[in-house]
């Protein structure tokens, strides 16, 4: 076995001591919707959507909003935990919404934010 193998299978081993055994059937991931448009009233149409830790820190990798329409799922711990969703346009401010998962959302729970407005950066 060599060293990238046995880092590999290390890295495994660490995930599933700490974290996997948390797992839980059917949990663990949830939905958001909602509507992105300007403050104008105008659907937005080049828009992402993130999800970053209670540190800030990315744990779900850029989705791409299709059309000015949000659905879009995330797989995250399944256990209680803070997330904050940034929603970003071209030319408008990001929006962060605080998300408790196990809370307002989960997996049987689609968090539903409506309709986002987007305000122009100044």
């Not at 599933?16 to 059937?25: D, F, H, K, V």
């Not at 105008?42 to 000015?68: H, W, Y």
């Not at 799922?73 to 990001?94: H, N």
């Amino acid at each position: 076995m060599n060293k990238a193998s046995r880092t590999f299978l290390i890295v495994i081993i660490l995930l599933a001591s700490s974290s996997c055994w948390r797992l839980g059937p059917a949990d663990g991931w949830f939905n958001v919707y909602g509507m992105i448009r300007s403050d104008e009233g105008v659907p937005l149409n080049t828009c992402s959507i993130e999800l970053l830790d209670q540190n800030n820190k990315p744990f779900f990798g850029q989705v791409r909003a299709t059309g000015a329409l949000l659905n879009t799922q995330f797989t995250v711990a399944p256990y209680e935990a803070d997330y904050w969703l940034i929603i970003s346009c071209p030319g408008y401010e990001p929006q962060r919404v605080l998300v408790r998962y196990g809370e307002e959302t989960s997996f049987s729970k689609p968090l539903d934010l409506k309709e986002i407005v987007m305000r122009k950066v100044k």
